[in-house]
């Protein structure tokens, strides 16, 4: 069964700083792996996914992953935060027959001015 | 524009109480799914649907019922057997097999409380 580890459930950097949030994921074949973002009481918004092709992936406000599939890993980057950035980012992955998606737990970015 | 609605909001429920949190999407997506999201617990699955008339238990099913009986809606049922059902619920739905690439697009969400 796929699964999906997220290390750090609250980080916390200064605006205008790097941001790297980790995330592991467990699956026998090339997953399809997603970077999600939840403000409070809002539903989730893609960031960006990985199915092929480039190991380094551009997604919206600025985000980047990588898929280093030695590592089982699918790590988010930005080079310099902003306060809105603030909010709940869940990893993903989906595979097997039915490509239904499993979560990791979430890790909860807060931005100090 | 295409989406997925959520209605209502908030819900309040009493105990002993049924209550239908309504999930209807315009993307003409086969699948639909439901996951409960509580504090440091991530998403978990509680139903999904992949046809008209058909769906599968996921992870948490117990207390809750769904029913799929037109392709833009879900709704899901949070019954009396469900012990502890204030959690925030969201709706999602995709395309089906390796359309998943393009992810799911979920709800706003329903934040439902027993009182």
């Known amino acids: 069964a796929q699964s999906v580890t997220q290390p750090d459930i609250h980080i916390t950097v200064s605006e205008g700083a790097s941001l790297e949030l980790r995330c592991n994921y467990s699956y026998g074949a090339t997953p399809y792996l997603f970077w999600y973002v939840q403000s409070p009481g809002q539903g989730l918004q893609l960031l960006l996914k990985y199915f092929s092709g480039d190991t380094l992936v551009q997604g919206i406000k600025g985000f980047e992953a990588e898929f280093k599939r030695s590592q089982s890993s699918f790590n988010l980057r930005k080079p310099s935060v902003h306060w809105s950035d603030a909010a709940e980012y869940f990893c993903?992955?989906?595979?097997?027959?039915?490509?239904?998606?499993?979560f990791g737990k979430g890790t909860l970015l807060t931005v100090n001015p | 524009d295409g989406g997925i609605t959520q209605s209502p909001k908030y819900l309040f429920r009493k105990e002993g109480q049924n209550v239908t949190l309504s999930c209807e999407q315009n993307l003409n997506h086969d699948a639909m799914y439901w996951y409960r999201q509580d504090p440091g617990q991530g998403l978990r699955l509680i139903y999904y649907?992949?046809?008209?008339?058909?769906?599968q238990k996921g992870d948490i099913a117990e207390g809750y019922s769904v029913s799929r009986e037109k392709k833009e809606s879900f709704p899901l049922t949070v019954t009396s057997a469900q012990k502890n059902p204030t959690a925030f619920y969201l709706c999602?739905?995709?395309?089906?097999?390796?359309?998943?690439?393009?992810?799911?697009?979920f709800g706003s969400g329903t934040r439902l409380t027993v009182v």
């Open positions: 999602a739905s995709s395309t089906l097999g390796q359309g998943v690439n393009y992810g799911y697009t």
């Open positions: 993903a992955v989906a595979g097997g027959s039915n490509y239904k998606l499993t």
């Open positions: 649907s992949q046809i008209v008339n058909d769906f």
